[in-house]
């Protein structure tokens, strides 16, 4: 038995460009990413959709017992059903998630935690109302900096002990856009997309948007829960305090042509003109200009499909003249403020961002 005990004596982790981890290969058995020729749906089917749960998913009955307590620097604390949520304006939107550490297990010096690779992205059809109708009706008192959101998801990381909560700048929680929702693909959320509520904070990465929503509170000073100030920093040492992480870099992934090898996913396809699909998207709402594939590392544009939600992902597609023998496919995106995809990502200590393009190997015969 060993004497490592994450609770009374946890040990630091620390990047590693080693063999992965048992502890890393029990996380990505038990979270998901999209499969990739799963970006053909315009909305991901709700299965599908890319899943990362902190500690456990809650046992939650039904949302006739459940309640949401909003409290802290408001004029009229309160409780509220999902049922007095529901009784507020509904609007439904078409939103883009992608998790912060999409692509961790591609940097050459990883951090053991998630070993994404390219998945951990999906687009849901959200309904619920925004959040300002909550925070109105509560009264936010002037001088409140932030909202901040927990949920009953508890845990403990790096010997901390914690319910997962996160904040908003006050301003951006009372806007149109950020939404609590009840509903995803016009069904009822499921037990693990945080049913009966969550957040969806649009055009961020996926952290912000906290599921399995308990508690709504306005407070005078920053928030300072373990995932907010704990973790989701940009950084490149342990010592420097970082970036924190809010909207999605600008990214793109494509289908996989062909059929794949089964155990190193490389693609087999036939000579000739094979159709190259798959979507691109940015955070911040900022839209998508420019797509471009790479066959052999030679660029060409790619063609781009009718512009989405403003939050959603866009399709784009490209005729690729497919001739005998090895070759290596890519692609990048471009948005309108002119953010390019690298060519290889800018390294985290955490393993976030990473927004490199990708990389596809493919087999003509």
Known sequence: ??????????????????????????????????????LRHDVTPIGMHYLLIHFDIPYIPTEAEWRIDVGGEVARPMTLTVADIKALPVRTMRVTLECAGNGRGLFPQRMPSMPWLSEAVGTGEWTGTPLRHVLERAGVKPGTVEIAFESVDRGSDRGNEHTYGRSLKTDLAMSEDVMLVWAMNGLPLQPQHGFPLRLIVPGWYGMASVKWLRTITALKSPYQGHQQVGTYHFKKTAEEKGIPITHMRVKSLMVPPGIPDWYTRQRLVEQGPVEIFGRAWSGGAVPIAKVEVAVDGRWHEATLDPAADKYAWRGWRFTWKAEPGEHQLMCRATDANGAVQPMEADYDRGGFGNNAVQRVLVTVR
């Not at 460009?17 to 999209?34: I, K, T």
């Open 1 to 38: 038995m060993s004497d490592y005990n994450p609770f009374t004596n946890p040990a630091p982790r620390q990047p590693t460009d080693g063999p992965y981890f048992r502890e890393e290969v029990a996380l990505s058995n038990r979270n998901h990413g999209v499969a990739l020729e799963m």
